[in-house]
Structure formats: structure tokens, C-alpha cells
């Protein structure tokens, strides 16, 4: 096991690569509803812990609203976007299942 102490910011991206870890964190923390990213796919699945706040998923043709507590999953190649909702911040761990961001934006 390998222990590397570092402190996350509640906003900040690390891509698993400079940790020696397979897989990279994205750290959300969105005070503003409407915001989020646009429309987007990866080429490995991602999971979105959702800590707090409430957020409207579109994942392929679906959409979903995400609450504090819940985990979502969006497979690999999927397009996806998610807009945070009022009622609160959104504070979330995004999961990318890969040592490093690898993104096509759609829109």
C-alpha cells in the first residue's frame, strides 16, 4: 500500500496518473444553479457520488435528478451533461475510470 498524504480542494481535478492510481477524481462544488457541463462522453465509465445539492442528469436519453446521497453511473461512450438544480450547493466526487481525463464534447 502506498499512503500520499495530500489535501483536496472541494473543487479540484486529479488525474490518477500522478498519484499512481488507475483511476482520476474530479471534486464538484457548484453554488449556482444552471451550471455544469455541456453535453460530453469518455471512453470509460464514470461515477458520480453525490454528497450534496441536487443536480438533472441527460444521460443518453434519459434524464435523471441526482440527490445528495445517491451514486450514479454513466457507462463508457455514453453522452452525458448534468445542470445543478436549485435548492442547495452541489458538492459531488466524480469517479473517472482512467489515470488520466480523456473527454469529447459534443456540444
Given at each position: ?40 462522453r469518455?471512453?470509460?465509465a ?12 441527460t ?31 452541489y ?17
Amino acid at each position: 500500500m502506498t499512503i500520499l498524504p495530500r489535501d483536496v480542494s472541494r473543487d479540484e481535478d486529479i488525474e490518477g496518473r500522478l498519484l499512481g492510481s488507475p483511476v482520476s477524481i474530479m471534486r464538484e462544488y457548484i453554488t449556482t444553479p444552471g451550471r455544469g457541463p455541456r453535453l460530453h462522453r469518455h471512453p470509460y465509465a464514470e461515477t458520480f457520488v453525490i454528497h450534496h445539492g441536487r443536480a438533472l442528469f441527460t444521460v443518453g436519453e434519459e434524464q435523471v435528478v441526482g440527490v445528495g446521497g445517491q451514486i450514479l453511473v454513466v457507462p463508457s461512450l455514453v453522452s452525458h451533461r448534468f445542470e445543478v438544480l436549485d435548492g442547495g450547493t452541489y458538492e459531488a466526487t466524480h469517479v473517472h475510470a482512467s489515470d488520466r481525463f480523456i473527454t469529447e464534447w459534443l456540444e
